[in-house]
């Protein structure tokens, strides 16, 4: 019962790098969720999706672009990575939508540096 | 948006001592959890307590949905509740309580 995995755990880029982190859910999860959370901080909503082929922006979606082609599967991209994206980022799944009556399930984190 | 606010932000205990955390919030809600992030990093999902009373163990949590705040005990405090205690709501999170109980 792998619940949310994300993929890798830790990565180091130069600015202007690209890469791409992915958060895959076995629980047949509607909504995905990337967060950020930087030191001493809560967590920042970037994007979410709401069912597949969905994405919408969150409170900080500026420097990301996401993708949901599967339902399992929720892709965050860093076109041109900047060291303001350092930062250690969460995905989570909910069987609907936050408004609702379900709880979130949080993957372990990625953490991303960016030199 | 909703706004989120958690206090104390920061809060040292000895063991053995009971604690209260609250989040205020700024609208109605739907959808309220409790995390407990540990020394690792990971999220630990307390509760989900929109409204109500919830009890686990040495911890419980109450959410008056209609004076907009939520509450979290923690009984008979030990060194392994240490972390930061973050409050959600609608997916927006608090900046969280910094726990630290001393043996």
């Known amino acids: 019962n792998a619940g949310v995995t994300q993929t890798p755990k830790f990565r180091v880029l130069k600015t202007g790098q690209s890469m791409t982190l992915l958060c895959a859910q076995d629980m047949n999860h509607e909504y995905m969720y990337w967060y950020r959370q930087d030191p001493g901080m809560g967590l920042r909503l970037i994007h979410y999706?709401?069912?597949?082929?969905?994405?919408a922006k969150g409170e900080v979606p500026d420097g990301y672009n996401v993708s949901r082609l599967k339902k399992q599967n929720f892709l965050l991209g860093l076109e041109s990575a900047a060291p303001s994206q350092t930062s250690v980022y969460f995905c989570?799944?909910?069987?609907?939508?936050?408004?609702?009556?379900?709880?979130?399930?949080f993957g372990d984190g990625t953490r991303l540096s960016i030199l | 948006g909703i706004q989120v606010e958690q206090s104390p932000p920061d809060l040292i205990l000895q063991e053995g001592a009971n604690s209260t955390l609250r989040c205020n919030f700024s609208?109605?809600?739907?959808?309220l959890q409790w995390f407990h992030q540990n020394p690792w990093g990971q999220l630990i999902n307390l509760f989900y307590?929109?409204?109500g009373t919830k009890q686990n163990g040495r911890l419980s949590a109450t959410t008056v949905a209609t004076e907009r705040y939520s509450l979290l005990y923690i009984s008979s405090s030990q060194t392994t509740d240490s972390g930061v205690y973050f409050c959600a709501v609608e997916a927006r999170f608090g900046a969280g309580t910094r726990l630290t109980v001393k043996p």
């Open positions: 609208d109605s809600v739907n959808n």
């Open positions: 999706s709401v069912g597949e082929g969905t994405t």
């Open positions: 989570a799944s909910s069987p609907r939508d936050r408004y609702s009556n379900q709880p979130q399930h």
């Open positions: 307590i929109p409204s």
